[in-house]
């Protein structure tokens, strides 16, 4: 998912408690699929309840969004709206990867292999509209604020940012940052343990953040540079050019200044002047919404607990405890005007 330029890009190590009484805006789409690829058994199959419904999305959200508000974050969560219709092919491309994972996910399983089982079958996860609707219910009773974007659930995040009503976009894509999010915060929402591939053995995860404007000082290009960088290695919303990564794009972009004067440098098939135009338009003039409101509710426990213990069969005695985290942020919350943050 997104554009990979973490390899140009300072990641500066930092803690849950850096980001205490910030608001952070949470990429919903890629929060909800990190849950869903990362919360499974050992065999690859994720958490469900009697009726087989997926349930590791709501696992994810209640667990890790308490994680934050016990450090005194404030998250907002975005949804994606409409895609673009340029994403569709990348879509179409995702589905069929996804249909081969779980071909080979039941193979692994065949065959006993359980490490590639789960390995494959992470790569089998789907945000269905069920799971968007679910997680809004949750959200809805928890008290955190979200809704939903035009389109891309990034850009939107990006933009508020950029006005000051949020300090961070909170996401792993690095596509955050071709829609100019001045700060890119990762790992918020991962586990604090990640399995190594192949290997019986664990790395810590922390969180990281990337400075744009820093970025592009170090690097010395602009903005629009980056998304022409991002368009040579390939986006969602087409495909680059064949044999350009991230660093010969960047030497590319620096000695001639721009996509347009560097066409004659590159194989055929290339893009127009028409195309460069129209993908670069996506990222630096997205489609935002201005109309938003950030307010954290009181937490309606037992309307959590119908939701989650009565519904989909988590247990009270874990839920309640956790529960308790989201009490405390709407009274801290209404003790400061929302942007005294």
């Not at 942020?329 to 943050?341: C, D, I, R, V």
Request: glycine share 6%; net charge neutral.
């Amino acid at each position: 998912m997104g554009v990979d330029l973490g390899e140009l890009f300072t990641k500066e190590p930092c803690a849950f408690e850096d980001f205490g009484n910030r608001i952070i805006v949470l990429d919903a789409h890629n929060i909800l699929h990190q849950f869903l690829s990362s919360i499974r058994q050992r065999d690859g199959t994720p958490l469900k309840d009697s009726q087989g419904r997926i349930t590791s999305h709501l696992s994810g959200l209640l667990y890790r969004t308490a994680h934050m508000v016990e450090a005194q974050i404030r998250p907002v969560y975005v949804f994606d709206g409409q895609p673009h219709p340029l994403k569709a092919r990348t879509i179409q491309q995702r589905r069929q990867r996804k249909e081969q994972a779980e071909r080979e996910w039941k193979e692994a399983l065949e065959r006993g292999d359980l490490e590639t089982a789960k390995t494959k079958a992470q790569q089998t996860s789907r945000v269905t509209s069920d799971i968007i609707e679910q997680s809004k219910q949750l959200l809805a009773v928890l008290g955190i604020p979200f809704f939903q974007a035009p389109s891309e659930g990034e850009a939107q995040a990006s933009s508020m940012v950029q006005k000051g009503d949020a300090y961070a976009v909170g996401s792993q894509d690095f596509d955050c940052l071709l829609f100019g999010a001045p700060l890119l915060v990762r790992n918020l929402t991962s586990s604090e343990k990640r399995k190594l591939p192949n290997k019986q053995a664990y790395t810590s995860v922390h969180p990281e953040r990337i400075h744009l404007e820093s970025g592009l000082q170090k690097l010395e290009i602009s903005r629009e540079q980056l998304v022409d960088i991002a368009l040579l290695v390939g986006t969602d919303f087409n495909d680059g050019v064949r044999g350009f990564g991230p660093k010969k794009s960047l030497k590319l972009l620096k000695e001639k200044g721009s996509l347009e004067q560097a066409l004659d440098d590159l194989p055929e098939p290339r893009l127009s002047s028409n195309d460069i135009e129209t993908l670069r338009t996506i990222f630096l003039k997205p489609a935002v919404s201005t109309t938003y409101c950030l307010q954290w509710e009181k937490i309606d426990t037992d309307a959590a607990i119908r939701l989650l213990c009565d519904e989909f069969q988590f247990s009270k005695d874990r839920v309640k405890p956790v529960l308790e985290h989201f009490s405390s942020l709407h009274q801290t919350t209404h003790q400061k005007n929302l942007f005294e943050f």
